[in-house]
């Protein structure tokens, strides 16, 4: 037996964790890994821990570059199928990354994993399969810190769907019941980087560790030794007003610009508040650009507030996640993302790429009979919201924008919009869909009713989005307070992302400063909240479909105000008389 436990090197082991790094670049392909070296990484992987101690990886070593050019073709193929399937904004961010270097290192090492090792009974794995690639990976981790140890660097390549990893597994002569779990490249590099490549080339970012932590039950987050906090709370706190400073230094720089003052009439506007939100003249551009469509259902729909089922929705769901509805065509068109965030449909989603799971409930109740959601249902959706901004801008993405999928949505919107701005439901209750004169006046009066029985308290948003919903208002109100609190623009849709924006400025009246009114839907009250918010919108198309659209539409209105901040030269720079000097 070996003495008592002892701590080894708790600092050293730190900071070789935090100094890992997958590297892409700046291999020296001419300095070898010695066989000694090699071996020390892998016995190190070797040790790693795993389910019934079954230990199911194996390493298989690659110096011979025949080989790996066949691999690197193969990769390539996969890269450009990948590149193929991304928006615009992120094709181009992509093209600029270099995701491999298979041939720029000396040696490639796979990881495998046998998951049949260790017979039918080995522990642990009866009830959970998947415990062996899981144990893999851990080899993998012990591999990688150990090659950063020893001055390696490590590149993980993983551009290969199951057709790729079947024709990888033919190149290296794997039987067929093993997995490739990890392909690496291991070499020497003239140094390694501050912070990851995907981060400093602004891929992602690195979500913070108060974001990952939670204390007994999923959501109550907090570090160890600090009472958990509250989300919607902490998020609030970290919203601070638009920098005034940035947002003068803009309006002098495009006075200064090769142009009249003020030509640009409301693009300059643009231009002025997305510097006040980045602080900092130039701002970055707000791409890539994601569209967040939350989508759920209303139990007001029961009143007959309009001629759609309440089954359209789930359909208009798949239709987004398939590609068909009119908000997929607009951002191909303009190069942006859209992902679905179901908080709350009244049926039973599919799991599929694009879909956002964060259901809170299967639709609201009835704001006429009751309360819609209860007070935590609606914490519960604003929450998501939340996380979903923080997730959409940990990827990458500069700016987001709001989407809607709900029907009878916008009896919720009306109500809402009333009671945050005092209007009469005459004034703020439109056809949504379309609806008739009769259909119109029953709507009216729905929203009189649920106003007059509920009389929420507008200083108390989670008790107003309680009484009439909905829970995709609620999850957008979120995303906008999450975007906020990230200094990330928001470009605001119709009447719905309207509505949400007013419940985002009653929990801090400095989120408005982060929000654009992407275009000014023909519903009535979409007005009433923008007067409300005080936000001018960039177009008028007579729009009212919802999904996001809109707020496309505005898209390069807004990236076009930067790139100029950008790329225009000024007077000086230019040598250009300013008449005005």
Avoid at 393 to 407: E, K, P, S, W, Y
Wanted: proline share 7%; aromatic share 4%; hydrophobic share 45%.
């Amino acid at each position: 037996m070996s003495p008592g436990p002892s701590a080894l090197d708790p600092d050293g082991f730190h900071r070789l964790a935090r100094a890992r790094r997958d590297v892409r670049t700046g291999f020296l392909p001419d300095r070898d890994v010695d066989d000694a070296t090699l071996r020390r990484v892998l016995a190190s992987a070797h040790t790693a821990p795993s389910v019934g101690h079954s230990q199911p990886w194996d390493f298989v070593v690659l110096r011979d570059r025949g080989v790996r050019a066949r691999v690197r073709d193969l990769v390539h193929r996969h890269r450009d199928a990948y590149a193929a399937s991304l928006p615009r904004a992120r094709a181009a961010a992509f093209a600029s990354l270099r995701v491999e270097a298979i041939l720029e290192t000396p040696v490639n090492v796979v990881v495998t994993c046998d998951p049949t090792r260790g017979g039918r009974h080995t522990l642990g794995r009866y009830a959970q399969p998947r415990m062996g690639p899981y144990s893999a990976v851990s080899a993998v981790q012990n591999l990688w810190l150990a090659a950063r140890a020893e001055g390696l660097g490590v590149g993980w390549v993983s551009f290969f769907d199951g057709t790729g990893e079947r024709e990888l597994a033919g190149l290296l002569g794997l039987p067929a019941h093993v997995e490739v779990v990890a392909y690496l490249c291991v070499g020497h590099v003239d140094g390694f980087a501050d912070a990851p490549e995907l981060e400093t080339a602004g891929w992602s970012r690195r979500r913070p560790l108060g974001w990952a932590v939670h204390h007994e039950t999923w959501g109550r987050r907090g570090l160890p030794g600090e009472e958990p906090m509250d989300l919607i709370n902490e998020t609030v706190d970290a919203i601070v007003p638009a920098s005034a400073q940035a947002r003068a230094a803009a309006r002098d720089h495009l006075d200064r610009m090769t142009k009249p003052r003020g030509s640009l009439g409301r693009v300059e506007d643009v231009a002025v508040t997305l510097s006040g939100i980045a602080g900092v003249c130039p701002p970055p551009l707000p791409e890539p650009a994601v569209v967040a469509v939350f989508a759920a259902d209303h139990g007001v729909h029961a009143q007959g507030v309009s001629p759609w089922p309440q089954e359209v929705t789930a359909q208009m769901v798949g239709n987004f996640l398939a590609g068909g509805a009119v908000v997929n065509a607009f951002a191909r068109q303009l190069g942006a993302e859209v992902c679905v965030v179901d908080v709350g449909v009244a049926a039973d989603l599919d799991p599929v790429p694009g879909l956002v799971p964060r259901k809170v409930a299967a639709g609201s109740a009835d704001m006429t009979t009751g309360p819609a959601l209860t007070r935590e249902q609606a914490r519960a959706a604003v929450e998501a919201g939340i996380e979903t901004a923080r997730d959409l801008v940990a990827a990458g993405n500069r700016c987001l924008l709001t989407g809607d999928m709900g029907i009878a949505n916008t009896t919720a919107a009306a109500a809402l919009i009333c009671t945050f701005t005092g209007a009469d439901p005459a004034v703020a209750t439109g056809r949504g869909t379309g609806v008739d004169d009769d259909t119109l006046a029953r709507k009216t009066g729905v929203v009189r009713a649920a106003l007059g029985r509920h009389r929420p308290d507008p200083a108390d948003p989670l008790g107003v989005l309680a009484a009439f919903g909905g829970l995709e208002h609620a999850g957008l109100a979120g995303l906008v307070l999450g975007a906020a609190a990230l200094r990330v623009p928001v470009l605001l849709d119709g009447v719905s992302g309207g509505a949400a924006a007013l419940v985002a400025a009653a929990f801090a009246p400095a989120a408005v400063d982060y929000c654009l009114a992407g275009h000014r839907s023909v519903e009535p009250g979409h007005t009433v909240a923008l007067d409300h918010l005080g936000l001018v919108p960039l177009l008028d198309m007579g729009m009212r479909l919802g999904e996001g659209t809109g707020a496309l539409l505005a898209l390069p209105v807004a990236q076009s105000a930067v790139r100029a901040l950008h790329d225009v030269a000024t007077f000086d720079s230019a040598g250009v008389v300013d008449k005005d000097a």
